[in-house]
């Protein structure tokens, strides 16, 4: 009987990997090269702390089992709206709005890559990436209700052909209160489509400043050079299962 054979592979290098210590380790040098060791032991408690806030323990866990599963898996660094903390001033039933960076596991459906035959150790040479999001009407105007243009935003399909065929457009089949957000980022610039609405100008600058994407992409084990996907451990583990 082969039966559970790949799922165990796949738990016990899982765990494997959660028994690891991914936490950076910083060196430091000044302009002769020389090793500044309190400034890296710094930088690598800064980190620690940033990741610590950005809950990355529990984003790990996910990560790991979803690029042992799947041919890819991508993180995004969030920086556009937010969820919101409240933090208490001090003074009574007084609270302050504080924003924060997070890390998001992304599922392998919701990326759509500029160009799939660039490997996922060049992603960042992507022309452009697609992000679909998916989501309750409510929940999209929490993120996005500020914007002047969300007022044109209908949910789910549009069956009046009054506002014309933009606004008609929708990628996936949207039931009732539902939107579907798409993120469509190139290197200097950021769009957001919801449900056929544009919420930014032409050639709106992207809300962070360094280079690169905010998305990573890793894979495994490649299949080609010419082919961003990979092969997950599960595959290879259900083949020698079968031979066994």
Not at 38 to 61: C, F, P, S, W
Not at 136 to 164: A, C, E, H, I
């Amino acid at each position: 009987m082969n039966v559970g054979t790949a799922e165990k592979k796949i738990e016990l290098i899982l765990n494997e990997l959660q028994s690891m210590n991914f936490q950076p380790e910083v060196r430091v040098f000044d302009e002769d090269d020389l090793e500044v060791e309190n400034l890296g032991d710094d930088m690598a408690d800064i980190l620690k702390r940033t990741n610590q806030i950005e809950r990355d323990d529990d984003v790990y866990e996910e990560a790991f089992l979803e690029l042992l599963t799947q041919r890819a898996v991508f993180m995004e660094e969030c920086y556009g709206p937010l969820p919101v903390v409240g933090i208490s001033t001090g003074k009574k039933s007084v609270f302050r709005q504080k924003k924060y960076a997070q890390k998001r596991l992304l599922s392998g459906l919701q990326v759509f890559l500029g160009d799939i035959t660039i490997p996922a150790y060049r992603f960042q040479e992507q022309p452009y990436i697609v992000k679909y999001d998916r989501m309750l009407y409510d929940s999209g105007k929490t993120l996005y209700g500020d914007n002047p243009n969300w007022k044109f935003v209908r949910p789910g399909t549009v069956q009046m052909d009054s506002l014309g065929l933009w606004f008609k457009y929708r990628m996936g089949n949207l039931q009732g209160q539902e939107i579907e957000v798409l993120t469509i980022t190139t290197p200097k610039t950021q769009q957001i489509i919801i449900n056929g609405v544009l919420m930014n100008e032409k050639d709106a600058p992207r809300p962070w400043e360094h280079d690169g994407y905010n998305i990573t992409m890793t894979v495994v084990k490649g299949m080609s050079r010419f082919l961003a996907y990979g092969k997950a451990p599960l595959s290879s583990a259900k083949a020698l299962a079968g031979l066994a």
